[in-house]
């Protein structure tokens, strides 16, 4: 089969872009052959800014590439990642136009919310669930505290609703769990479309120790990934914390015993990840699918982290982990001592993680489903 792989990169590396290139990683190890054809937000400021906005509504010239790219050479289908905001939804009908299917994976909520991530000032959001056009949104300045910016991103979701983009042009979503693909369908996306194939672990570290005796953050340092909340909990804990992660440190409460590493290689992440005694994800917004956690899994990690959201879904409290009640700094100092308090649980705990990953996120495991849901696309 031969795939082109559509992503706009952002401006920082991050999860989506992992993925995006294990997956081509994958399918081409399977023998497919898989074209990338791909953008970045480093031109944005090359960019005026009207321009900018109308071809995140439309970009003609991702049409006329994609539909080029698909003339030169035969494809049997797209498969979208990330679209915005330089590629746009012209990119589905530049392929529908010529005849081939698309595969669009959910990697955010940016179809159903205009920062993308269901949370502002603090807090989980949706206000702009359901709604035809996301007012709230534009009223808020939610994308980047900005109206015009705002308003273009509503334009692009609520323009491309009212067309029929979303139910027409798309042959078959991937949201990546059971509860994301709750929240697409309810806003609209057509059931019988939006499968849930989570993200993988390729290739696989292998698993490791656990014996560095550190507790482990890996994340951007953002509030929505529950930095604040962590250090809170974390003060006069006798183990600890790494925390691995692009962003300003100094805005954070300074604690004893805790090292900030900042950006890693994903190689040197899964090395301190193999030795952690345990990976914590106290992300205070719904975390589309939560990528650090499988990576722990695959390192024979358990991971404590925020009862919500895709989170909440993938640990298995008592089992790979232990979930505490979300923003309860209190509830996760509990669950942190009660791991220290029982270490041969918790070494139980290890093996249970390496067998969820080896049954539920290997590359193999993964493919299967990806080939499951490209055939419903071709037919």
Same mark, same amino acid.
């Given at each position: 089969?031969?795939?082109?792989?559509?992503?706009?990169?952002?401006?920082?590396?991050?999860?989506?872009?992992?993925?995006? *290139?294990?997956? $081509?990683? #994958?399918?081409?190890?399977?023998?497919?052959?898989? /074209?990338?054809?791909? %953008?970045? &937000?480093?031109? +944005?400021?090359?960019?005026?800014?009207?321009?900018?906005?109308?071809?995140?509504?439309?970009?003609?010239?991702?049409?006329?590439?994609?539909?080029?790219?698909?003339?030169?050479?035969?494809?049997?289908?797209?498969?979208?990642?990330?679209?915005?905001?330089?590629?746009?939804?012209?990119?589905?009908?530049?392929?529908?136009?010529?005849?081939?299917?698309?595969?669009?994976?959910?990697?955010?909520?940016?179809?159903?919310?205009?920062?993308?991530?269901?949370?502002?000032?603090?807090?989980?959001?949706?206000?702009?669930?359901?709604?035809?056009?996301?007012?709230?949104?534009?009223?808020?300045?939610?994308?980047?505290?900005?109206?015009?910016?705002? *308003?273009?991103? $509503?334009? #692009?979701?609520?323009?491309?609703?009212?067309?029929? /983009?979303?139910?027409? %042009?798309? &042959?078959?979503? +991937?949201?990546?769990?059971?509860?994301?693909?709750?929240?697409?369908?309810?806003?609209?996306?057509?059931?019988?479309?939006?499968?849930?194939?989570?993200?993988?672990?390729?290739?696989?570290?292998?698993?490791?120790?656990?014996?560095?005796?550190?507790?482990?953050?890996?994340?951007?340092?953002?509030?929505?990934?529950?930095?604040?909340?962590?250090?809170?909990?974390?003060?006069?804990?006798?183990?600890?914390?790494?925390?691995?992660?692009?962003?300003?440190?100094?805005?954070?409460?300074?604690?004893?015993?805790?090292?900030?590493?900042?950006?890693?290689?994903?190689?040197?992440?899964?090395?301190?990840?193999?030795?952690?005694?345990?990976?914590?994800?106290?992300?205070?917004?719904?975390?589309?699918?939560?990528?650090?956690?499988?990576?722990?899994?695959?390192?024979?990690?358990?991971? +404590?982290?925020?009862?919500?959201?895709?989170?909440?879904?993938?640990?298995?409290?008592?089992?790979?982990?232990?979930?505490?009640?979300?923003?309860?700094?209190?509830?996760?100092?509990?669950?942190?001592?009660?791991?220290?308090?029982?270490?041969?649980?918790?070494?139980?705990?290890?093996?249970?993680?390496?067998?969820?990953?080896?049954?539920?996120?290997?590359?193999?495991?993964?493919?299967?489903?990806?080939?499951?849901?490209?055939?419903?696309?071709?037919?």
């Amino acid at each position: 089969m031969r795939i082109l792989s559509i992503h706009n990169y952002y401006r920082l590396p991050g999860g989506e872009d992992e993925v995006f *290139a294990s997956e $081509a990683a #994958m399918l081409r190890q399977a023998g497919h052959q898989v /074209t990338l054809h791909t %953008d970045t &937000n480093q031109r +944005i400021a090359q960019i005026h800014p009207l321009s900018l906005a109308i071809r995140t509504v439309w970009s003609g010239e991702s049409y006329r590439q994609v539909q080029a790219r698909l003339r030169r050479q035969v494809h049997n289908l797209v498969h979208v990642h990330n679209f915005f905001p330089l590629l746009s939804p012209s990119v589905y009908r530049a392929a529908q136009d010529l005849g081939v299917p698309v595969v669009q994976t959910l990697h955010n909520y940016r179809l159903l919310c205009v920062n993308g991530r269901l949370w502002r000032e603090g807090h989980v959001c949706r206000d702009c669930l359901g709604k035809s056009v996301p007012w709230f949104g534009i009223a808020r300045a939610c994308y980047q505290h900005n109206y015009l910016a705002s *308003a273009t991103v $509503a334009t #692009m979701t609520g323009g491309h609703r009212w067309w029929g /983009t979303w139910n027409r %042009d798309v &042959n078959c979503y +991937i949201s990546l769990t059971e509860f994301s693909r709750q929240l697409f369908v309810a806003a609209g996306l057509p059931p019988a479309k939006v499968f849930v194939k989570p993200n993988f672990v390729y290739p696989d570290p292998g698993m490791g120790t656990g014996t560095g005796g550190y507790g482990l953050f890996v994340g951007r340092l953002e509030p929505e990934k529950g930095l604040p909340e962590l250090l809170a909990a974390w003060e006069d804990v006798p183990l600890p914390l790494k925390v691995i992660g692009a962003g300003d440190s100094t805005a954070l409460r300074p604690l004893r015993g805790v090292e900030f590493l900042g950006p890693q290689t994903l190689s040197q992440v899964y090395a301190y990840m193999a030795e952690a005694q345990v990976v914590l994800v106290p992300s205070t917004w719904y975390e589309t699918f939560g990528r650090v956690i499988v990576e722990a899994f695959a390192c024979g990690t358990p991971v +404590i982290g925020s009862d919500h959201g895709a989170v909440g879904e993938l640990i298995d409290h008592g089992r790979t982990g232990l979930k505490f009640r979300p923003g309860d700094s209190q509830d996760l100092r509990n669950q942190v001592e009660w791991m220290l308090a029982h270490p041969r649980e918790w070494q139980q705990m290890r093996h249970q993680a390496r067998a969820e990953f080896e049954h539920r996120y290997t590359a193999a495991e993964n493919y299967r489903q990806l080939m499951e849901i490209y055939r419903q696309a071709l037919n």
